[in-house]
C-alpha cells in the first residue's frame, strides 16, 4: 500500500529538478533538458509497472480502454498546435490530431465509465 | 500575467494532472473504487486541457473548438454504442488513433519550428523524438487499423503469409532508419518525416496482417503500449512532461498486459509476432482419443447431477458470448443458487478476445465479480469441486497441455476441470479449438458431453432444473 504512494511523488521529484536545473545550468541547456526528460521518463515507466501490476484480471479490458483515454493527452499538444498562428501546415496538423485525440479521450474515458458501472457485488 | 509566470503555472497543472492519472491507475486494483479512478483521471485530462488554453502561444480557439467538438461527439457515440463483445475492435481503433494524433502534432511541431524562422539544429532533441515518434505513431496507427479488420472480420480474416516476409520487413525497418537519421541531421527536410511515416505504416500493415485471430489479444496490448510510447515520444518532442509522464504509464500498461497474455498462451512474443502457427489436423489422433469413449448426457441427467452437488464452477469461453448465452447463464446459476448450491465462475486470461474480456461479458449478464475467479485462485479448488460446467471453452481446458510434451499447447496454463468429480461439458461437436488438437476431457471417465447450441443448452438445463 504505501510504497505505490511513494512512487506517485517520483515524478514530482522529477519535476523539480526540472525546473531547478533549467534556472541553474542554463550553460548546458540542451544536455539537461533532454536528461531531465529522460529522468521522467524512466520514472514514470517504473510506477507505471508498480501500480498496474496491482490491477486484477477481471479489470483488465477497463484498463486497457482507460489507458486509451489517457494516451488521448496528446490533445495537449495538438491544442498548442491548432491554436498557434505560426503556420498554416501546423494548423492543419493540429486540427486533425485534435479530432483524434478527442475522440481518445472521450470514447475511452466513457466506454471505461460504462463498463466499470455493470461491475457489481452480490445483493 | 507574465508569460513565463503563467507556463510555469500550466507546467504545475500538467504535474497535478500526471499525479491524477497515476492516481486513476492506483484506484483501478479494486472494483470498487475503480469508477472514481476513472473520474480522477477525466478531471486529470480537463484540467490538463484547460491549462492548455491559457497558454500564450495558443491565440485560436475556432478550430480548437470545433476540432473537440467533431471528436468528442465522434468518441460519445462510439463509447455509447459499442456493443461489448466488439469492445476488442473499438480498442484497437482508439488505439491507431491515438498514434496517428501522436504522429501529426510532432510533425506540427517541425512545421511551426521552421515557420517560426530558428529550425532546430542537428541531432537536437525534438527532431529525434519527433522521427521515434513519427514511426511508432504509422505503425501503431496502420497496424491498428488492420487489428481493427480483422476482428470485425471485414478484411484478413485468415493470416496473411507471403515469401520472405521477414526479409522485406527487415529492409523497410531499415529504410526506416536510414530515414530517421537523415530527418535528424537535417531538422529542415519535411520530406523525410514524411517519407518515414509511409515506411513506418507500410511495415506497420506488413507486421500485423500476417498475425492470427487467436493472437489478437496480444497484439491489441502491444499496439495500446506502442500509442502510449508514441504520446510519450511526441512528450519529448514539444517538451511537454505531460505527455511524457502519460504516455509512459500507458506503454508500461500495455507491456504488463502483453506479458500476461504470452505467458496464459505459453508463448514469447517473438513467437507471436514472428512465428507462423499452423494447427496440424490429424484427424487419425481425434479418432484414438474420442473412439467409444465419449459419454453423450441429456439436460434431465446433468440436471440431476446438479441436485447432489455442492458446489459447481462454471468455465466459460468466448463460444458463449458468441452464442450470446451470458444472459442465460446467470439465469441458471441463480436457478442453482436457489437451491444452496454454491456457484463461481473460473476465467482463463485468454477466455475472451481481449484481456480481462469474459469479466465485462459476464458483468454485462449482472454476475457479481466476487464470484469471477482467476485461474490460479480456482485451479486448487477443483480437486474440491463437485460439477463443472464448461461452456464454450476448448483449449484452456485440454489436459495434453500437462500431460503431453509433444502437444502443440504443452506447458499451456490451463484450469485443470478434469480434476472434478464431474465434468459437463456444452459444446455443438467434438470439433478441435484454435490450437487445432483433440481434447482428452470430452472422453474422461468424469465427463459428460451435452451436445447443443450453448443458449439453448443452457435455457434447457434452465427448465430440467427447475422441474426437480
Known amino acids: 500500500m504505501v510504497p505505490s504512494f511513494v512512487w506517485c511523488l517520483l515524478p514530482a521529484c522529477g519535476e523539480a529538478c526540472l525546473l531547478a536545473e533549467q534556472a541553474a545550468a542554463a550553460g548546458h541547456e540542451r544536455l539537461d533538458a533532454l536528461l531531465t526528460a529522460l529522468t521522467i521518463f524512466v520514472l514514470a515507466m517504473w510506477v507505471g509497472f508498480e501500480v498496474i501490476t496491482k490491477v486484477p484480471a477481471t479489470l483488465h479490458t477497463p484498463l486497457t480502454s482507460g489507458s486509451n483515454a489517457v494516451s488521448g493527452i496528446t490533445v495537449v499538444g495538438a491544442l498548442v498546435a491548432v491554436g498557434a498562428v505560426a503556420s498554416t501546415a501546423a494548423t492543419g496538423l493540429g486540427f486533425l490530431a485534435t479530432i483524434l485525440a478527442t475522440v481518445n479521450v472521450v470514447g475511452g474515458f466513457l466506454v471505461t465509465h460504462r463498463m466499470l458501472s455493470m461491475f457489481r457485488r452480490k445483493e | ?468
Open chain 2, 1 to 468: 500575467m507574465d508569460p513565463a509566470l503563467r507556463i510555469a503555472l500550466i507546467k504545475l497543472a500538467y504535474l497535478v494532472s500526471a499525479v491524477l492519472f497515476i492516481g486513476t491507475f492506483r484506484l483501478l486494483a479494486r472494483p470498487r473504487t475503480a469508477i472514481l479512478g476513472n473520474l480522477l483521471g477525466a478531471l486529470g485530462m480537463v484540467l490538463a486541457v484547460g491549462a492548455t488554453l491559457c497558454h500564450p502561444d495558443v491565440q485560436r480557439y475556432t478550430w480548437a473548438g470545433v476540432g473537440v467538438a467533431i471528436g468528442g461527439g465522434i468518441g460519445a457515440a462510439l463509447a455509447l454504442r459499442v456493443p461489448l463483445t466488439a469492445m476488442p475492435q473499438m480498442v484497437a481503433l482508439l488505439n491507431g488513433f491515438g498514434g496517428a494524433a501522436s504522429l501529426l502534432v510532432a510533425a506540427a511541431e517541425l512545421y511551426q519550428a521552421m515557420a517560426r524562422g530558428h529550425a532546430y539544429r542537428a541531432w537536437d532533441q525534438p527532431v529525434v523524438a519527433a522521427a521515434v515518434s513519427g514511426m511508432i505513431g504509422a505503425v501503431t496507427f496502420w497496424g491498428s487499423l488492420v487489428a481493427f479488420l480483422k476482428l470485425q472480420e471485414w478484411l484478413f480474416r485468415r493470416p496473411v503469409h507471403y515469401q520472405a516476409q521477414h526479409v522485406v520487413n527487415a529492409v523497410l525497418g531499415a529504410i526506416a532508419l536510414v530515414l530517421a537519421i537523415w530527418l535528424a541531421s537535417r531538422p529542415d527536410a519535411l520530406a523525410a518525416y514524411w517519407l518515414l511515416v509511409l515506411a513506418a505504416s507500410v511495415l506497420g500493415v506488413l507486421l500485423t496482417i500476417p498475425i492470427g485471430g487467436a493472437d489478437m489479444p496480444v497484439v491489441i496490448c502491444l499496439l495500446n503500449s506502442y500509442s502510449g510510447l508514441a504520446a510519450a515520444g511526441t512528450g519529448f518532442v514539444i517538451d511537454n512532461n505531460a505527455l511524457i509522464i502519460s504516455g509512459s504509464l500507458v506503454g508500461a500498461s500495455g507491456i504488463i498486459l502483453c506479458q500476461i497474455m504470452c505467458k496464459a498462451m505459453n508463448r514469447s512474443l517473438t513467437n507471436v509476432l514472428f512465428g507462423v502457427f499452423t494447427a496440424q489436423l490429424d484427424e487419425g489422433l481425434a479418432e484414438r482419443v474420442y473412439a467409444g469413449k465419449v459419454k453423450g448426457a441429456s439436460a434431465e441427467e446433468v440436471a440431476l447431477l446438479f441436485e447432489s452437488a455442492q458446489n459447481v464452477v462454471i468455465v466459460p469461453g468466448y463460444g458463449l458470448a458468441v452464442a450470446q448465452a451470458q444472459h442465460a447463464l446467470h439465469e441458471l446459476a441463480n436457478v442453482l443458487e436457489a437451491r444452496g448450491i454454491r456457484v463461481t465462475y473460473g476465467i482463463h486470461p485468454v477466455a475472451g478476445r481481449m484481456p480481462g474480456h469474459m469479466n465485462v461479458l459476464l458483468a454485462e449478464a449482472n454476475v457479481p465479480y466476487e464470484q469471477m475467479k482467476e485461474m490460479d485462485e480456482i485451479n486448487p479448488y477443483f480437486p474440491q469441486t463437485d460439477v463443472v460446467l464448461v461452456i464454450g471453452a476448448n483449449d484452456v481446458v485440454n489436459p495434453l497441455a500437462r500431460t503431453d510434451p509433444s502437444s502443440p499447447i504443452a506447458g499451456m496454463p490451463i484450469l485443470n476441470v478434469d480434476q472434478a468429480r464431474t465434468v459437463v461439458v456444452v459444446k455443438r461437436s467434438l470439433s478441435p479449438g484454435f490450437a487445432g488438437i483433440p481434447n482428452p476431457l470430452f472422453a474422461a471417465d468424469n465427463t459428460l458431453m451435452f451436445f447443443g447450441d450453448g443458449k439453448q443448452a443452457v435455457l434447457e438445463l434452465i427448465s430440467a432444473v427447475k422441474q426437480l
